[in-house]
């Protein structure tokens, strides 16, 4: 079976479109036709080399589509099921089986090895050289071969045009304020950088009852955003003293909470700075730099904890159906993130999530799919 796919061929290079052939289906596989998929930073961060990774590589780890071919042993998904894909687990070991996948034992080798952890793979090119997968999933192709636990169904209602960053970015969002942090009502958040993870991570706390939700970037139309979405302050932090305004809005006391999307050192440690007694602070970017503190004076003494949180802690095939009743509640309004482009227009839309003009670009992979019917 053929695939169109957007190839990363070496770090720094742009993505070349490039017929592949789909490799055997194994019996706990599917293959998935792609409708449209979210590009998250993560996708950046390997293609740029922040994250090491085998090339070639089609990455792309936030698809949503229809499934068009089953394995052998899959029981609980039929041929057209409309699905969103997250990222692949054991499902056997102690951690999946208490309810953490995103703490498999198996993490790496299912989604970070390139092919199957029984080395074989699911793309290859047409003289045979083997194409890494990501997640398991790599939905920057028209096809895509994809394991069981990646999966949730969705209803047929469902517009799969939106849905796909409910894979990853805003999955970690949710997660981290409900699981990583477990934010009570009433308490005070700070969110470091207003992309789809922190926007995520700001409308959760909205949905927990946080009673201060402060947003921090450096650009005040994102910042609009985010006192849109229900951050109570918002700090523009290239214009404004950050130290001061977080003393000011939370009467000297520091934050309960905060995250930090962003990876960069300073903001980092400003991050861990801001929180007050007894906080907590989870940095979730996927970053290549290190951040210097003192654990005496900027943790112990105040009682303060670092939290690192992978993909929100939480079980995908739960936390994603609830996140679109929230969606259709109006209380998770993800929708306004979004943009769209076609899946030719994908070196754009890297360039457009990079500057910051886009939150969250979607590629249209499919564009017979509901053609007539209006985009969010
Ligand atoms: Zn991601
Ligand atoms: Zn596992």
Request: aromatic share 6%; glycine share 10%; with cysteine.
């Amino acid at each position: 079976m053929k695939t169109l796919a957007a190839v990363i061929n070496g770090i720094n290079e742009e993505y070349e479109f490039e017929q592949l052939t789909l490799g055997e289906l194994q019996p706990d596989e599917v293959v998935v036709r792609i409708v449209a998929t979210g590009i998250c930073h993560s996708d950046e961060a390997l293609r740029i080399g922040d994250a090491p990774f085998p090339m070639p590589v089609v990455l792309g780890h936030e698809g949503a589509g229809i499934i068009e071919k089953i394995g052998s042993a899959v029981k609980d998904f039929n041929v057209g099921d409309q699905v969103v894909m997250a990222y692949n687990y054991c499902g056997m070991c102690p951690s999946c089986r208490t309810g953490h996948p995103s703490s498999c034992n198996n993490w790496a080798p299912l989604n970070m090895g390139g092919g199957r952890p029984d080395g074989s793979y699911t793309f290859f090119k047409e003289d045979g050289t083997p194409v890494s997968n990501f997640f398991s999933q790599s939905s920057f192709a028209t096809h895509t071969i994809t394991n069981v636990n990646n999966l949730i169904k969705v209803d047929a209602e469902e517009d799969l045009r939106l849905i796909g960053p409910l894979g990853c970015g805003l999955l970690t969002g949710f997660g981290t304020v409900v699981n990583g942090l477990k934010a009570k009502s009433g308490s005070s958040i700070a969110v470091f950088g207003t992309g789809a993870v922190g926007l995520g991570a700001l409308m959760t706390a909205n949905i927990v009852g946080c009673s201060t939700i402060i947003a921090i970037d450096i650009h005040d139309s994102r910042l609009e955003t985010a006192k849109e979405l229900g951050a109570t302050h918002t700090i523009n932090s290239n214009t404004e003293n950050l130290a001061e305004r977080i003393a000011e809005i939370t009467d000297e006391l520091g934050v309960d909470y905060s995250i930090d999307t962003t990876g960069l050192p300073a903001v980092m440690k400003a991050s861990i700075k801001v929180l007050g007694i007894g906080g907590i602070s989870a940095p979730v970017a996927v970053t290549p730099h290190s951040v210097e503190f003192n654990t005496f004076l900027d943790l112990v003494l105040a009682n303060r904890k670092l939290a690192g949180v992978l993909m929100g802690d939480v079980v995908p095939q739960l936390a994603i159906p609830e996140l679109i009743k929230f969606h259709k509640e109006g209380k998770f309004p993800f929708e306004r993130l979004l943009k769209f482009y076609k899946f030719s227009e994908i070196n754009q839309a890297v360039a457009d999530s990079n500057s910051g003009e886009t939150i969250k670009p979607i590629l249209i992979v499919d564009e017979e799919y509901r053609r007539d019917e209006p985009l969010a």
